[in-house]
């Protein structure tokens, strides 16, 4: 039983294009978070939503978009893809107001040529 | 933002104890202390977390300086499955709960 599932899990495109990852979690918590791992394994968060309200956004470019269409699903879009986006983006979920323990998902490595 | 300290690369033999630091002397009254890990190719995952009091659970332990300052994770009988990348992160409630990662410790372990 998947808890946190992120989709796709490999996305390889090109420049310029717009593309979505998807994420769901299935824990019932009501924060979620969206966190980029480059190529030298930093894991830096990005977004954050706490039941469906944006309540950390990050120095991230606009062409990124999250998503929160409910507390189970919280979407990145990203348009006009460009070489520094390559990454492993990871979806995670906690429960506020404990002592928030985020689960991650699989992660989807995005590679833009 | 709180920052934590810890070695870059650890190594142990397998079914040996292995002692984890984390140094963090700026810490605050209310910053709690968690340990993710992080497995090839694999999200991060959760280990343990604690405030002041040491803890256990079926996975390490985590003993806390009295301080607060520094913690060590422990991991009672090192396994392979056990080698991965090991983040000491500390979160504060004012902030979000936001946790803000170094770079682990990545550890390996000989069978």
């Known amino acids: 039983d998947t808890a946190v599932s992120q989709t796709p899990k490999y996305l390889v495109t090109q420049m310029g294009n717009d593309k979505s990852i998807k994420c769901e979690q299935n824990l019932g918590h009501d924060t979620m978070y969206w966190y980029k791992q480059d190529s030298k394994k930093f894991l830096k968060i990005m977004f954050s939503?706490?039941?469906?309200?944006?309540?950390i956004n990050e120095t991230v470019p606009n062409r990124f978009s999250p998503k929160s269409p409910d507390k189970a699903h919280l979407n990145l879009h990203i348009n006009s893809l460009e070489l520094g986006d390559s990454a492993v983006y990871f979806c995670a979920s906690s429960q506020s107001g404990s002592t928030d323990t985020q689960y991650f998902g699989p992660g989807t490595r995005l590679t833009v040529l | 933002d709180a920052k934590t300290t810890q070695p870059n690369s650890m190594e142990s033999n397998e079914e040996e104890p292995v002692h984890l630091p984390c140094n963090h002397s700026?810490?605050?009254?209310?910053?709690?202390i968690h340990w993710y890990r992080q497995l090839p190719s694999q999200g991060p995952e959760y280990v343990i977390h604690?405030?002041?009091?040491?803890v256990n659970n079926r996975m390490a332990s985590l003993a806390i300086a009295e301080d607060r300052k520094s913690s060590t994770l422990i991991l009672h009988r090192a396994t392979l499955r056990d080698a991965a990348v090991y983040y000491c992160i500390l979160s504060n409630a004012g902030n979000n709960r936001k946790l803000i990662w170094g770079l682990g410790t990545s550890l390996a372990v000989n069978p």
């Open positions: 939503y706490n039941n469906k309200e944006l309540i």
């Open positions: 604690g405030l002041t009091s040491n």
């Open positions: 700026t810490i605050s009254g209310t910053d709690y």
